[in-house]
Each structure stands twice: as structure tokens, then as C-alpha cells.
């Protein structure tokens, strides 16, 4: 290809269209500033790098030659979605992603119709893909349909649910698979290069097509082993695959960074008439960025950097991080019982277990992008004396709650999880928020429900998990970082059931579950300079719930709040459950509320700008108990420390 020319072309590029406008030899060029400009935008907003760099030539590719937004691009995860976004008329709000009010971090279907399908949780784009084809067929339509899926997301099952039925209904579905954990010598990938063009030609498809046909055509027992000729011979060309056993005709290795290999074939592949193909790409994650390229996660999420020397911004709290509390804690229970094993979805980093594999090597287990298998794995292993630890995002868990229900709960077997990410996320908005497992755990009978008020409650609490052997159990804690409290050497295990009071008053009663908390004994301040005296008190459980503190606090005070990081339906549920069993809302003069995440999904911002928004701050918690009261009292600003 020609050298890069002196003028921008990526200035010229406003919608795909334009990008279909350039000549061939000019993609490189596309490519390269594609690159850059990603680079340069997720140094500014933080979020997903590796990933996006991987697919910059895959992206040019499929804009070029598919006619996007009528033919569905679906991207799986949406974490390489960034430079798709940069060509399809958002490169304007580009160094707005995962802010306040910009773009989000993921496909979003509200923000672009060249998102057809929102993703962040993956493995989706297959299941998806074929829905649309289908779609596009009963309503006689003649568009593309093309699924990018990478390796990692591969490890589900769901892919390969999605992949069998495709196969079965021989519906025109192009999978693209993006293979990041592969390699292929120059020699080899050349090699590779010609067979995927050679045999995704129509030339061959056609005589495959022919000899099928002509083999349907035979009779039976001659058809199957003319079919096993045709197979045999396509196996000896290509290595056959699993894909071909699924009903896909299988096109690749091709390298995903060459562009004389790209586009010829996936030419070949939107050109062709048969049922679903699948396209294998390898592609490097971090391509083109050296400190991407160097480190170990390819810089899988990055905060904010600098893009000379690729250093990463360092939060400047001193406070521990919540994640990493919950591991070392795990490991120091680990060190006294060798029964403790913990399993993890592909997330050992995100959830803290790189440590405690780096101590526990044979018993830390990453299942992959499986967390229905890692829920059974984990049940299998607690009916044998053993106590998993099942640490999975709370956001996650709800991807294997047939599981939990029937292969754990009905069982009544003593698996821990332990649900990182609860409440409300920030910069990965309502599709990783935390919002619904004290409802969908806390219905299950026998289950043990608790939430940690802070890091050194999280200590206390993974020690309580440990000690639980009689049925399941968990335990939610949120991301970021800790109230800065004195941290206990070890943990002790709680009194199951047992909450805690923190402040004495008489007016207003405060019953935070959750990390919330620091917040009600800010409100619990400012409600004491406007004359309402108010205890403050801390729930710990949810399931089984201290009725006891509950009726108490009713009995005693003139207004009761429940505050918690998580949906209708979970801990202010359980609460008034017991005070109407009780009778306890009988009594004249007891106004009862419940401060809960609101009816609706929030969008992401910055962590305290969404506790705000949902009335779960100090500000939020007074005015609540002053909407409790009827008082027409302006409340005046929450002191700040």
C-alpha cells in the first residue's frame, strides 16, 4: 500500500458513508488514525483500550464493506466498540464516554442506530444476530446480519447454544470471530491468508454447495458417505473445526491487522449466499500502543493516562479499596482452613482473586465467561466438605440464578458468594450497577443475606462466610474504595442475624444496610442541628433480619427510614414485611420509609453524583425524614467535613 498521506482522512469521516467513499489504498491510512484517536480519547475519559485497539482494522473493514446501519453490526461486550463509535458519528462526544450525560461505554441502542443491540455482559451477539436474521427473513429482507464475538466471550455457553441453533436453521448469520489469545507466524498466516480467500470464494462454496446437493440427490446409503467425502475433504484442506459440527462453514485464520487479507475475504463472506458462516480473526489486543502491548492485560480498563509514557492517574484516597480487602481477607481465612477454595467467571483481577491465586494456586478456579457452570461447580464442591467461595459481580450472579435457585438454595448447600460491584458502579452504568440481588437472593428460603457497612465490617464478615456450614450464603460489598476506618488483624464471625447501633436518639430512627451508612450518620448530624434527635443503626443482614432491633427502633421513635443500595423488593421489604406481621404499623403515629434505588435505570456517572440522584445521600435521607414528618422546613445543606 502507498505511504500515509499528509491530510487527515479520519476529518472527512462523519458517518460510515464516508468511509465508503475512499479508495482501498486509503484505509491504512483510516486505520492508523482510527488508532490514534481511540488512544488519545481513552487517555482523557478512562475505560476499555486493549480491546478497541484490537479490532481498529476489523472495524475499517466491516464499515467498508457491509452497508451499516442497514445491515446490523453487533458487537459482543462492547468493550472494542470504541473505534466503531468514532466512525459512526460520535467521534465529536468521544472524550465523553462513560461521563455524566455522555456516551456510554458499551453499544447502546438509545444513543445510535448503528448500535442495533445494546451490550455490556457478554457472549450475547450470536443469540441476538440470529434473532435478527430470522427477522429479516420472515419479513423478506436481503440485509447482512454480522455478530463480533471475541475468544474470551466464547467461554460461555450461551455462544454455543446460540451457534447450534443457527446451524440448525441454516439461516445467512456471518459470526466474526475475534481470537486475541492466538498467534499465527508470518509464514503460517500467509499460508492461512490464501486458504481462507481460496475457499471463501464462490468458486469453491459453489462446488461444495454442488457436491452436497448432488449427494442429497444419491441414494441414502450412498448420500452419508458421499457427504463424509465432501467432509473429509474439506477437513484435509482446512483442519475441520467444532464450528463445521455446529452447522458453520468455517472460514480462517486470517490475520485481523492485515488489511489485503481482511477484505477480500469478508467480501467473499457478504457475497456469499449460504447459511451462517463464521469468519475466525486473530487480532492483538493493545495493537499499535507499546505500553498496551507490554502489559500483562493489555490494558484491558485503564483510568485516566498519559499517552507518552502510558503511566496510569493513582487515586489519591488513602482509604483501601473494598475488592482488595475482601482477598487478603479471604486469603488469611484460607491460610488456617485448607477446605476454602474460591472460583471465579474470568475476572481473577476484578475481583480480587489474582492474589489469592498467586498464594492458592490449586484451589482458585476461573471457569471463564460461565458463571451458570461456575454456580453448579461450586455446589458440586460444597456436597464434598469443601467451602467455594463463589466471588462473581453482583450484576453478573443474575446470569446463573436457576443455579443458585435449584442446584444451591433447594439444596440447601453451603456455597459463599461473595457479590463485589453492589449498588450503584459509576462509569459502567446501569448494565454493571448492583441493584437487584438482596431481592433475588433474599426471596430464596434458608439463604443468609448480608451487606458490609465498611472495609473493616467486609473483614468481619468474609470470616462469618467462612464459618456459615449449613446452607448458602452472601455477601455484598461495593467497588471503589473504603470510609477509611481502623482495620481489625482478622476477621471474627458475626452473630448471624445480629444488626448493630451506632448512635442513640429518640426521634427519628436510621437503619442503613449497606454501605450507606456513612452517609445516615451525616444525616444523622445535620437532623441533630435542626432539633431531631436520631439513632443511627446498622442492619448487617437482611436474612435472616434482627426483628428485634426492628420493633425496637418502631416502638421507639416517631419516624423509621430503611436505607439501602439496591432495588424495591429487597432489604425496606423484609422490614415492613416484619412490622406488619408484627403489628407494629397498628400503632397511631409511626411513619415508616424506605430510601431504595429508584424505579428506573441510572445512567453512569460519577459514583456520588448517582447516590445523589436516587436520594441516597445525607441531603437525600434528610429531606426524606422531613417528607416523613409533613414539615414544610427548607433543609438546609448537609455539612461537609
Known sequence: MPESSNTPLLDQIHTPEDLRRLKVDQLRQVADELRQETIDAVSITGGHLGAGLGVVELTVALHYLFDTPRDRLIWDVGHQAYPHKILTGRRDRIRT????????????????????FGAAHSSTSISAG?????????????????SVIGDGAMTAGMAYEAMNNAGAMDSRLIVILNDNDMSIAPPVGALSGYLARLISGRTYT???????????????????????????????????????????????????????????????????KNGPILVHVVTQKGKGYAPAEASSDKYHGVV?????????????????????????????????????????AAMPSGTGLDLFGKEFPTRTFDVGIAEQHGVTFCAGLASEGYKPFAVIYSTFLQRAYDQVVHDVAIQRLPVRFALDRAGLVGADGPTH??????????????????????????????????????????????????????????????????????????????????????????????LGHLGLS?????????????????????????????IEEGSIG??????????????????????????????????????????????????????????????????????RA
Do not use: W
Not at 440470529?130 to 454480522?146: I, T
Not at 467432509?231 to 482446512?238: C, D, I, Q, V
Not at 467486609?458 to 450464603?473: E, G, N, Y
Open 97 to 116: 464516554l462513560r461521563m455524566g450525560g455522555g456516551l456510554s461505554g458499551f453499544t447502546k441502542r438509545a444513543e445510535s442506530e448503528y448500535d442495533p
Open 130 to 146: 440470529l434473532g435478527m436474521a430470522v427477522a429479516r427473513d420472515l419479513q423478506k429482507k436481503d440485509n447482512h446480519v454480522v
Open 206 to 272: 459453489s462446488l461444495r454447495e454442488i457436491g452436497i446437493q448432488l449427494a442429497h440427490r444419491m441414494p441414502k446409503g450412498l448420500e452419508k458417505k458421499a457427504l463424509r467425502v465432501e467432509e473429509y475433504a474439506r477437513g484435509f484442506l482446512t483442519g475441520g473445526t467444532l464450528f463445521e459440527e455446529l452447522g458453520f462453514y468455517y472460514v480462517g485464520p486470517i490475520d485481523g491487522h492485515n488489511l489485503d487479507q481482511l477484505l477480500p475475504v469478508l467480501k467473499n463472506v457478504r457475497d456469499a
Open 304 to 344: 485516566k493516562f498519559d499517552v507518552v509514557t502510558g503511566v496510569q492517574a493513582k487515586a489519591k484516597s488513602n482509604a483501601p479499596v473494598y475488592t482488595k480487602v475482601f482477598a487478603e481477607s479471604l486469603v488469611k481465612e484460607a491460610r488456617k482452613d485448607d477446605k476454602i477454595v474460591a472460583v471465579t
Open 433 to 526: 450497577a448492583g441493584s437487584f440481588d438482596v431481592a433475588y437472593l433474599g426471596c430464596l428460603p434458608g439463604f443468609v443475606v448480608m451487606a458490609a457497612a465498611d472495609e473493616a465490617e467486609l473483614v468481619h464478615m468474609v470470616a462469618t462466610q467462612v464459618a456459615i456450614d449449613d446452607r448458602p450464603s452472601a455477601l455484598r460489598y461495593p467497588r471503589g474504595e473504603g470510609v477509611g476506618v481502623d482495620m481489625p488483624e482478622f476477621g471474627v464471625p458475626l452473630e448471624i442475624g445480629k444488626g448493630r447501633v451506632l448512635r442513640e436518639g429518640h426521634k427519628v430512627a436510621l437503619l442503613s444496610f449497606g454501605t450507606r451508612l456513612a452517609e445516615c450518620l451525616k444525616a444523622a448530624d445535620e
Open 534 to 562: 436520631t439513632t443511627v443503626a446498622d442492619a448487617r443482614f437482611a436474612k435472616p433480619l434482627d426483628t428485634d432491633l426492628v420493633l425496637r427502633l418502631a416502638r421507639e421513635h416517631e419516624v423509621l427510614v430503611t
Open 570 to 639: 429487597g432489604f425496606g421489604t423484609y422490614v415492613m414485611q416484619t412490622l406488619a406481621e408484627e403489628g407494629a404499623l397498628d400503632r397511631g403515629g409511626l411513619k415508616v420509609r424506605m430510601i431504595v434505588l429508584p424505579d428506573s435505570y441510572i445512567d453512569q456517572d460519577s459514583p456520588n453524583t448517582m447516590y445523589a440522584k436516587a436520594g441516597l445521600d445525607a441531603k437525600g435521607i434528610v429531606t426524606k425524614v422531613f417528607e416523613a414528618l409533613g414539615r414544610d422546613t427548607k433543609v438546609t445543606p448537609v455539612r
